[in-house]
């Protein structure tokens, strides 16, 4: 079964410093990864997906299958970023998504 | 562009109720996806809607059902609750066909708090 590890719940960083949040997976099959976004008092939303390699809002992430990972980064954090990442997983006959239990990320200023 | 819309936005029941959640789909959007979210935890998939069809399932028992209409607008049905089906129930719905680049978008959730 395909399963989805943030290891970090909480992680404080302060502006216009690097930041990683950290996602791994297990899944047997070729997989699709995302990472969702929750602003205070806003609805989850999709930030980004491997298979677009895409940067949003100058974050990134590089799906390394040798590592099973699909870490978030961004070079310079801004107290805007705060807000809970969740790491996502797509399988299954539905495409369903299979989530990790999330990090919440604070920028100090 | 109407985005994915839930109700009720909070709900107030007793074990052994049974309850329901609906949910309308953002305008073009044929497949409806419900989510459980427990306090701490990620999102669960419970089930998804295709085309007014039941098309996959996650963990969870019979008494989570599910419907979806005609317009693919959905609704989630669970009976005889219980006290950890306390949780976010949010729905997600997603663009036809089956593009590798489809995307869930999420309503803002249903909060059931089962006493």
């Known amino acids: 079964a395909q399963r989805v590890t943030q290891p970090e719940k909480l992680l404080s960083v302060f502006k216009g410093a690097p930041v990683e949040l950290k996602c791994n997976y297990s899944y047997s099959g070729s997989p699709e990864l995302f990472w969702y976004v929750q602003y205070s008092r806003q609805r989850l939303q999709l930030l980004l997906r491997h298979i677009s390699r895409e940067s949003i809002k100058g974050f990134t992430a590089d799906l390394n299958k040798g590592e099973t990972s699909f870490h978030l980064k961004k070079p310079f954090a801004q107290e805007e970023d705060s807000a809970m990442y969740y790491c996502?997983?797509?399988?299954?006959?539905?495409?369903?998504?299979?989530f990790g239990s999330g990090t919440q990320l604070t920028v100090l200023p | 562009e109407t985005g994915v819309t839930q109700s009720p936005t909070h709900l107030i029941k007793t074990r052994g109720q049974q309850v329901t959640l609906r949910c309308s789909s953002q305008s073009g959007h044929n497949t409806v996806s419900w989510y459980q979210q427990a306090l701490g935890q990620g999102p669960q998939f419970i089930f998804q809607?295709?085309?007014?069809?039941?098309?996959g399932r996650g963990n969870f028992p019979p008494r989570f059902s599910g419907l979806q209409f005609p317009n693919y607008s959905s609704e989630l049905n669970v009976n005889a609750l219980e006290l950890d089906d306390s949780a976010l129930y949010l729905c997600?719905?997603?663009?036809?066909?089956?593009?590798?680049?489809?995307?869930?978008?999420f309503g803002p959730g249903t909060r059931l708090t089962v006493l």
């Open positions: 809607y295709y085309r007014e069809e039941e098309n």
């Open positions: 997600a719905s997603s663009s036809p066909g089956r593009s590798s680049t489809d995307t869930q978008y």
């Open positions: 996502a997983l797509r399988s299954g006959s539905a495409r369903q998504l299979t």
